[in-house]
Nanobody, 117 residues
Framework: QVHLVESGGGSVHPGGSLKLSCQVS????????MAWYRRAPGKQREVVAV???????YYPTAVKGRFTISRDNLNKMVYLQMNSLKSEDTAVYYC???????????WGQGTQVTVSS
């Protein structure tokens, strides 16, 4: 079993930055892919960043160039640096882990990100 706990959410103005963290515990393996998803009010959950075991990264067009995912296997952490935030980035952000790409076997509880003026 893998346990994920997100932190770092909050409220920022448009154009601002936030860094989300995901602490991984349990049966974590460096062979797991890691990802960040988000669910905005009234919308379906969508993936916003993926990092593979070999540290290849994937981003959808909506966040490419603004978001950066990284992983620290030694400390069992995954990060999401979010820059140039927009109001449409407002959502609950979830950390996920698993074998598939994007992964979806294990989930955190989510952290709220609100972007408003």
């Amino acid at each position: 079993q893998v346990h994920l706990v997100e932190s770092g959410g909050g409220s920022v103005h448009p154009g601002g930055s936030l860094k989300l963290s995901c602490q991984v515990s349990g049966d974590f393996s460096n062979s797991l892919a890691m990802a960040w998803y988000r669910r905005a009010p009234g919308k379906q959950r969508e993936v916003v960043a993926v990092v593979t075991p070999s540290e290849t990264t994937y981003y959808p067009t909506a966040v490419k160039g603004r978001f950066t995912i990284s992983r620290d296997n030694l400390n069992k952490m995954v990060y999401l640096q979010m820059n140039s935030l927009k109001s449409e980035d407002t959502a609950v952000y979830y950390c996920a882990a698993g074998r598939a790409i994007p992964p979806s076997d294990y989930w955190g509880q989510g952290t709220q990100v609100t972007v408003s003026s």
